[in-house]
Each structure stands twice: as C-alpha cells, then as structure tokens.
C-alpha cells in the first residue's frame, strides 16, 4: 500500500484509540461505498464475457468447484436421492474372494506380564503391529525379567513415560485385567496417567466406570458435574425433568447446586407453561404466535416469554413474570430490562410507565431507572415508541449532554431547544436553528427564544 | 507498510512438496486395495484432502464413490469399503458398526481403515472389543502437514487444544514430533530449537528420539530455527478482537483451510462465492496484514486505478485495443473480480461491527489490557450478559478479565456466572468448570495474598529460593501473570503517545497500538538474545518448561546469519490467529527475517471457546 503518500485519510491519524471507528456515517465507510459504485459502474464491461474466462473456476449447481471432494461428495449424495433405494436389500451376495486373513489381535500386551500370557495372545504375538505404539513391548520376554520375577502394577504404570500412546496402552491393558479398587489406587497417584485414563473412559462413553473412579479419587465436584451432564443426551422433557431432579442430592459446590435446583424448577415450570400455551388461544397468542417452544431456554428468555404473553397475572401462577422472577432470584436491573424489552416490543407503552414509577411515601410518583434512561429511551426507539413517550423519557436524562446528543439523534426538537433554553445558550440554540428548516414550528419557537428579552442568556 | 529491514528477508523454501508428498503416500494406500471401492471420508478431511487431491486422482486409483461419514448406516453396494478417518473413537466404534451390519446381513466385503495423521491404539482396542479387528485392514495416512500458504503450515488438528490442554491427553504430542522430524528431513538440519511450554517440551523430546533413530542426512538446511510455542502461554492473544484484516475475515466468516465462503451479503448478488485467501490473491496478499482501517484507502485507491486503467479504452485505435484486451484486459478482469469481493468483504464487516457497537467492545478490551478501569470494564460485561448479546463474545471478555486480573474477585465470580448461567442457560455450568480448569476463567483464591508475600520474600532471599516458592505457589493454581509480563515485556505502549497505524513502530499495530501479544513479543525477545538469558523473570511466570538447544553460551549474537538461521519456523501447538500470524510478518520484515508458522491449526476467539463448550 502506498505509505508516503498523504492520503485523504488523515483523519485516522488524529489520535490513538479514536483513529478507528465504526460509526455508520463514517468519512471512510462513504469512501467504501464509492468505491464499491465504481466497482460496480464497470462490472458491466467485464461480466458479458466472463463465461469464456479460463481463470474463472467452474462451479457446479452446489456451488462446489468441478472435481472438489466436496463435489464429488455431494454428487454421490445426490445420486443417492435421485435413483431412490436401489442397493440390493434382498438376498446376500454369494461370496466370490477368499476371506481375507484374519489379522492377529493386539492383546499381545499381555505378554509382558508373567501368568498372564494366555497361549493364542503369546502365539499370535504381533511383530508389527505393535512397533508403532511401544517399541519397547516388541522385545524378547526373557529382556523383561524384572516383570518375570515380580511384577506389579505401581512398576508398570511407573515405567509409562512420555509416550501417550503406550500410556494408552497399558492403561486399556490394565483395566482389562486389574481389579478396579487396585487400578484405581495406583492412578490416583499418578496424574498424568489419570487424565489419560478418564479421558479414555469418556470417549469410549464408560460413564460408570467414570464414575465410580471420581468418587473413589474423592473428587465429589467433578463426578456430579459428569453425571449432571448426561441430561444433554436425554431428548424427552419429562424424562429430562426426571432426571435432572435426581441430580439435586448430587454434591455440587454450594453455588452450583442452587443453579442445578434452578434448572430443575425451570424445566418442571417451562413444561408446564408449554403444555398450557401450546392449546391457549386467547388473543396475544393470537396476534403474536409462537415462534419456538421455550422448552429449554434460559431463564432470561423464560421471563422474557412470561412477559410478553403473560405479564399482569397475580404472582400465584407459575407463568407469571412475579413468580419467575421472587424463583430465580432475579436482580431488579435484570427484571426491569426484560420486562421493558417485551411491553416496549408490544408497544403497550403505559406498562412501560408503570414499571418506571415509584412511589414514595408521601404518594408522589416519580420515574426511576435501574438502568439509566438514557438506555430506556434507546430501547424504547429501537422498538419504535412514538415522539411524545420518547421525549417524556428523554427529558428524564440528567446529563445535558447526553440528553441533546440523544435528542439529536432521535429528532425531538422540543428536548434540544428546552435544554439549551434551561442552559440559556442562545449560541447553541441559533447554531441549531441553522440546521432546521426554515419557517418550520421548531425554528419559529427558537426564532421566538432568541429574540426574548425575559432570558437572561450567557452568551 | 514496515521499515526496510536491514536485509531482505530470504524466500520461504518450497512447501508443496509436502503436498505431493501427502498424495503420492494416499495413493499408494488406496492401490493397497486393488480393484474398484468406494470411499468414506471423514467430514472435517475433506477440505484438507481437498487442498492436495481431486476427484479424478481418487478415480484414477479405483475410488468408485465418495462419502462423507455421518454415523448413519450406509447404503454403498461396493464389494470393497475404504474408510479415510481421524483416529477417533466415535468414528471407529461406527465402522464396527457398519461391518456388523453386514455380518449380520451374511454380506462379505473388505474393510479397509485409512487413519489420518495416524492410528492409536485405542482404535485397535475398539476394533477388538467390536470383534470386527480380523475382518479390517488398517493402515496410516501420514499427511501430518498442509501447506495452506507459503509462510503458514496447519496440522488440521483443532481438537489438539482440547484434548492436549483441557483434557490432558497427550496423544497428539507425538504426531507434533513426527510432524517436526519430516519438517528437518526435508527442510533442516535445523540448529537451533527454543521452546517454551510442557508440550513444546515433549514434542521435541519425541521428535529428537526420531531423530536418533534415524540416519543424518546432510543436506544444506532451508530452516535454520524451530521455535515451539504452548497455546497456553498466552490465552490472552487468541481471546482478542482481530483487527487486521485477514483476523477480521477469520472473526466473521471463518476460513476453512485457506478458503472462505462469501455469502450474499458480500457477492451482492444471491449466490455465495468460495475463495481462497492466499498470497496468490494480488489485493488480497496487500490488505490481509493491514489494520482495518488502512483497508478502505487502500481499496478506493486500486478501485480507482481499476477504473483508470479501464478508461484507456477511450480514444483507442484498433490495434492499441487489441493489446489491451490480449495483454491487460485479463488481469484488470481478475484484479476486478478480487477487488469487488474485498469491497464487500469489508462493507460487511463495517455493518456487523457497527451493529454489535464494536468500538465500545474495543475500548472494554482495552481497557483490560492496560489495568485501567476495570469496574466500568465490569460493567459493560455485565450489561453485554443481561442483554443477552453472544453466548460466546461474553465468555470472551469474562475470560480476558480473568486472565488479565488474575482471577476474579469471589464476588464478581459468583454475580458473574450467576448472571450467565440465567442469560445463556443452566448447563453452561460445565462450560464454567471447564474454563476454570484450563484457568482461563478463575476465582482469585483467598492465597492469592500469597502473590503479595511472595514477592517479599523473593526480595529478602536469594533468586533460587524465590524461584522455588513461586513453584510451588504456581502447582496450587495456574495463575496467568499477565500483568506483571505486561509490564516486564512492555506490551502494553504508553498510552499518550499517538500511533500511525499506517506506519506501525511495533507489533502492537496488529490490535491498534494498544497491546503486542504476548506469544510474539516472546519469540522476539528470545531471538534477540539468542536464548533465555536474562529472561529468567519472565520464564518464571509463564510456569517454566522454556529451553533452547543448540543456541551456544547465548547471548546475542554477533556477525552474518547465513539465510537458513533467518528462516525461522515458529511452531504453535494449540493453535494460533492471524493476528499473531500478521505480527510475525511484521517482525520480519522488521528484522529482516522469514517466519514460517506451523500451527495445530488456525484459531480465534470463537473456535478457542467453543472448543470448551460441553453441549
């Protein structure tokens, strides 16, 4: 790229962490989209006689390059579907090749340890196919006399040394032949063999032999955290709900078994609601129906849902948003934004007022926001809340500059030129009077302003 | 975009002969198997075999039909199965399923099992039990390496993360070391190695065992320095946002193998568009290491150029137009077609960011970079939880605050993934223990005073018996250091001073001046040195496991490298990003240097993460 050159970008320059911004109405996002105009102004030229172009990939229907794997992958597939079931399902084939012979087993570990050696696993012994893995295996018996004269099992897991595929090795051996309680004491000195060793049990799906060596290792956390996700794998929901409540006696960590508890309230709860609302047909389902189940969703999304289609319901219904939210511990910051995200989304905008009022003991109402108004008022008009709901709310924001820069960009007029007036800069208000239309009610009402002489304006 | 180095850096040696490599031994093994087959691929192969080999080269060799393996029975009438997989215990339980079934049917075929990179003995083991070990062949496919460019090499391996870090499995150590002794057969001797890490360790103790097994050739070496470098040394790199534009790219479309699928969004028309990026990409290859926002100059510049050169067309005569449409036309068609798809590449990336308010999230990480405001840092994840925004982003940043603080404070741990477990869901419980067992997402630990104590005490006694103290402090916990390194290593630049990302000073660039990743910095300053010495702080808090063999007494070291020694391979075991790929460049063309980096495979923020998921 051209470095010395003074570009048009030098606006970038101007600071360290500013110099990258990616405002919409950005100077270089408009350069982009120029340029992406002259791009395109000449794409005309160049298109009509791509086809003959050899540089061009040739791409098939699937959009895979001609003689890709994906391609041909695709194509077998799709082969597959057009001819329908054709292989034979009927009579096997009569058998024309000679079997192949039979490659000798792999126990041949075995071998290593005396009394152990079973005569087809000691006749077979498999030259070859143990050479990748342990080279050290592959030796004549009478080198292992140590093991001859007296092996145990400490020594062997001892001697596995760096290479995690004979660590692998043995490991497998060993659990074929030891008893559990004595390869359970040897791993549980010997970590590195231990994570082999569970990791080997959880991907050949051993969950209870898994189980039983955490508990065995004392590692209580653990084991529950292993028998608690199983539930991922059951797909019917009662079955799941079920499940997760034997979970419950599971020795979590303090912390984790409230969020277990959760989730077993949750699921118990959403089966509930879903069986009601799947048949309910009053009218908010109606006029906004489902898109999914909330059958395992968070919790979040729960009091979200609850908000939207239930929201008003007295605290004693499973459904209702009070409930959810005294259940699960729901922060008040937390609630407010939900529930303002779903009434703002329906539009019901006096909900959206009476969840920002409080009342103070004298019985003033005043509107209060956990979550700054300035964040109401952006979530108000992304849902699409009228002029008059966005200025009342925008007039809520302390800081003036916030709420001008707010106002500004929402277009609420009133709000920048009352805000100005309360600052009685009479130089901002004529600088944004420039920017109205003329004869327009807002530039008649600063027109007004600045011309007033009750103002005692500062400049 | 760089100062001119002293030297020019030298070529990078050729890689294809990997690929060739890789071909010629696939081919052999599929005529192991005479006669007509069909073949089942393991999905995530396919690309990479891709990358080396066609369809007409598998037909060629007898390859009847291709499959994709999905764990479904299938419906393939061949006499004779030739199965392409990963050693993975899934996959094989399911081709014992499949010879079962035929069993069962009193079908006969030969099953042949073509490992990739190589088979464990855990799959024998599975054959056995399935009682199906008689009735396969198995055999391994050794295409350890995929060059994916001329200065990146993938093993194609994500699970290596997981499985080495998180699990602690060590069964791909030793593919890194048979990776590593084809690299010095046909690239070294190498003389020099420094690593740093436990696996970096063991995987050159396990390539140097192969080494001494086998006989020295002497060849003049193209690879003069190896480095091994441990993911785990630096978790904070991977975890932040990627601004320079191939990072970006990565971040938001995912290349696969070197190729990225464009969508709609960005062809503006309503197909989608398979490229590959790679230094054969003329606008590609100028904007991939640059920040973002030197990409938009640089492309209404050539976009412009385009159009002028177009222009020329005007007032041509016949014979003037026949050389431009036999000499240019062709190139300025292809300049075109690139320079479009990058336009919208990058007016799609400014959409998506602008949406997600990118650079509030920017400020965040930087403001945990530098140590500076972490409550409002707190705040802004808080926020970004409770509103539900990307499952994944909010573990990101909870991981950088963990990683860069030390851990969390208990209550923010506990407020924190409360909060996440209600947005996101329940069952990300194991997600959290997960992350805490890796230690990128912990509670500080009451003992975490400790840290304080210790530092006395190291002042008061000698450096060995503080060294030994922080050992046994870091066995307790893993802790990241990350700011002390920060310090120590200066990767975070004052932040008064004005950066020209268009003229970077340093690797900071790569994340707008406002941190230099750790794992580089650690590359640069051990090659500066010629080894450890004087780092023997640094090598503390990164817990140790640092060497270097063969660098002589160290220090730095004096007269002319010849152009092996500035040809240096950086190995990542774990993984690594574009940005840390775009950094390296810009060091070497700093130093006049070439790094070549091999990594596990290409990684970022998203696919580190969603590797410690547990769905």
């Given amino acids: 790229m051209n470095k010395g050159k003074a570009e048009e970008d030098d606006y970038w320059h101007s600071s360290k962490y500013s110099a990258f911004t990616f405002d919409d109405d950005d100077y270089d996002f408009t350069k982009l989209k120029e340029s992406q105009r002259a791009v395109n102004s000449i794409r005309g030229l160049v298109e009509d006689d791509c086809e003959d172009d050899e540089d061009v990939e040739k791409v098939s229907w699937s959009g895979e390059p001609v003689g890709s794997i994906l391609w041909g992958v695709k194509e077998t597939a799709s082969s597959l579907r057009t001819s329908g079931d054709t292989q034979n399902h009927g009579f096997p084939k009569i058998q024309h090749n000679p079997p192949l012979p039979r490659q000798s087993s792999g126990y041949s570990l075995s071998s290593l340890f005396k009394g152990k050696v079973s005569a087809s696993a000691q006749s077979s012994l498999p030259d070859t196919s143990m050479r990748v893995y342990a080279p050290e295996l592959r030796k004549p018996r009478s080198e292992y006399k140590d093991y001859d004269s007296d092996w145990n099992s400490e020594e062997t ?137 909330i059958l395992n969703m968070p919790i979040i999304t729960t009091l979200y ?120 800069d009479r130089q901002q208000l004529i600088v944004y009077q420039s920017k109205l239309e003329r004869g327009s009610p807002e530039y008649q009402v600063i027109d007004e302003l600045i011309h007033s002489l009750n103002i005692r304006w500062k400049n | 975009m760089a100062q001119p180095g002293w030297r020019d850096a030298p070529s990078p040696p050729d890689f294809s002969l990997l690929k060739r490599l890789a071909r010629d031994q696939l081919i052999y093994l599929l005529e192991q198997l005479p006669g007509k087959k069909d073949l089942f691929i393991e999905g995530d192969l396919m690309s990479p075999l891709d990358r080396i080999a066609n369809v007409t080269t598998l037909k060629q060799h007898e390859v009847d039909k291709l499959y994709k393996v999905e764990h479904k029975p299938i419906v393939s009438t061949s006499d004779q199965l030739c199965f392409l997989i990963r050693p993975r215990v899934a996959t094989v339980k399911w081709v014992s399923d499949v010879v079962n079934s035929d069993k069962a049917a009193g079908r006969f075929r030969r099953y042949k099992i073509i490992f990739c990179p190589q088979k464990f003995y855990v799959c024998d083991a599975v054959l056995e039990e399935e009682g199906v070990y008689g009735d396969v062949t198995t055999d391994s496919w050794h295409f350890y390496l995929l060059p994916l460019d001329e200065d990146i090499i993938s093993m194609e391996l994500p699970e290596f993360f997981r499985e080495n870090f998180l699990e602690g499995d060590q069964r791909w150590v030793e593919t890194a070391g048979n990776a590593l002794h084809l690299l010095h057969s046909l690239y070294g001797p190498f003389s020099k190695v420094f690593g740093m890490g436990r696996c970096a360790k063991m995987a050159y103790e396990s390539w140097r065992e192969l080494q001494e097994e086998s006989e020295q050739k002497s060849r003049r070496a193209d690879i003069g320095t190896v480095f091994l470098v441990d993911r785990d040394v630096d978790y904070v790199t991977p975890l932040c946002s990627q601004v320079v534009y191939e990072g970006l790219v990565d971040d938001i479309f995912r290349i696969k193998c070197g190729s990225v699928e464009f969508g709609p969004e960005v062809t503006s028309s309503d197909k989608s568009v398979k490229v590959m990026l790679n230094s054969e990409d003329k606008v590609f290859s100028e904007i991939r290491n640059e920040h973002f926002s030197n990409v938009f100059s640089f492309l209404s510049q050539k976009a412009r150029n385009l159009q002028t050169a177009y222009d020329k067309r005007r007032g041509m005569d016949i014979q003037q137009m026949k050389t431009f449409v036999s000499e240019e036309l062709k190139g300025l068609k292809q300049e075109h077609r690139l320079l479009s798809l990058h336009i919208g590449a990058s007016e799609s990336i400014m959409k998506k960011k602008t949406k997600q308010d990118f650079q509030e999230l920017l400020k965040t990480e930087h403001s945990l970079l530098e140590g500076f405001e972490v409550r409002e840092a707190i705040a802004y994840i808080e926020e970004h939880i409770s509103r539900q925004v990307s499952m994944v982003e909010s573990l990101r940043l909870l991981c950088l605050l963990s990683l860069t603080e030390n851990g969390l404070l208990p209550k923010d741990y506990r407020a924190l993934k409360s909060q996440y477990l209600q947005s996101y869901g329940v069952e990300h419980l194991l997600t959290f223990a997960n992350l805490r067992q890796l230690g990128v997402l912990v509670e500080q630990q009451p003992g975490e005073t400790l840290t304080v104590m210790e530092s006395k005490v190291g002042k008061l006694v000698n450096d060995k018996t503080a060294g030994k103290l922080t050992d046994a402090f870091s066995s307790l916990a893993k802790k990241s250091n990350f700011r002390a390194l920060s310090k120590k290593l200066a990767l975070v630049p004052k932040s008064d001073e004005e950066y020209d990302l268009r003229v970077p000073k340093d690797m900071a660039y790569i994340f707008s001046g406002a941190y230099v990743p750790l794992s580089c910095r650690l590359v640069e300053q051990v090659l500066e040195r010629n080894g450890w010495t004087g780092l023997e702080e640094v090598t503390r808090m990164i817990n140790r496991h640092e060497f270097a063999v063969g660098a002589g007494g160290g220090g730095p070291e004096g007269g002319e490298k010849t152009d092996a020694q500035r040809v240096i391979l950086v190995m990542f075991l774990g993984g690594c990003t574009y940005s840390e790929i775009a950094a390296l460049r810009f060091l070497g063309r700093e130093r006049g240097l070439k790094f070549i980096v091999v990594t596990t495979a290409i990684t970022n923020s998203g696919r580190l993460l969603e590797a410690l998921l547990d769905h």
């Fill in chain 1, 157 to 293: 897991i001892r001697r596995i040394s760096h290479n995690s595929n004979v660590i692998t090795a043995v490991l497998i051996f060993l659990k074929r032949t030891l008893s559990k309680a004595i390869l359970f004491r040897e791993l549980a000195e010997r970590e590195v063999a231990l994570r082999h060793f569970i990791h080997l049990l959880k991907e050949t799906g051993e969950q209870r032999i898994l189980v039983e060596l955490l508990k065995k290792l004392g590692r209580m956390e653990d084991m529950a955290l292993l028998q608690y996700k199983e539930h991922i794998s059951i797909k019917d929901e009662n079955q799941r709900k079920d499940f997760l409540k034997t979970c419950l006696s599971l020795p979590f960590s303090p912390d984790d078994s409230t969020h277990v508890q959760d989730h077993y309230m949750l699921l118990e709860r959403q089966i509930i609601i879903e069986a009601n609302d799947k048949r309910t047909d009053t009218e908010i389902f109606k006029k906004h129906p489902r898109k999914a189940s």
């Fill in chain 1, 305 to 424: 849902y609850s908000c939207f289609y239930h929201y008003g319901e007295s605290e004693g219904t499973f459904s209702s948003p009070a409930n959810i939210r005294k259940t699960f511990r729901i922060s008040e910051k937390q609630y407010f934004l939900t529930a303002l995200g779903a009434r703002a989304k329906l539009k019901q905008w006096s909900d959206v007022d009476r969840l920002c009022n409080t009342t103070n003991w004298l019985g003033y109402t005043k509107k209060k926001s956990p979550i700054g108004f300035q964040r109401v008022v952006e979530i108000l008009h992304k849902n699409g809340a009228p002029l008059q709901v966005l200025q009342d709310y925008m007039s809520l924001v302390d800081n003036t500059e916030v709420r001008v820069s707010l106002a500004q960009k929402f277009k609420c007029h009133d709000i920048v030129i009352n805000t100005y007036k309360e600052l009685k």
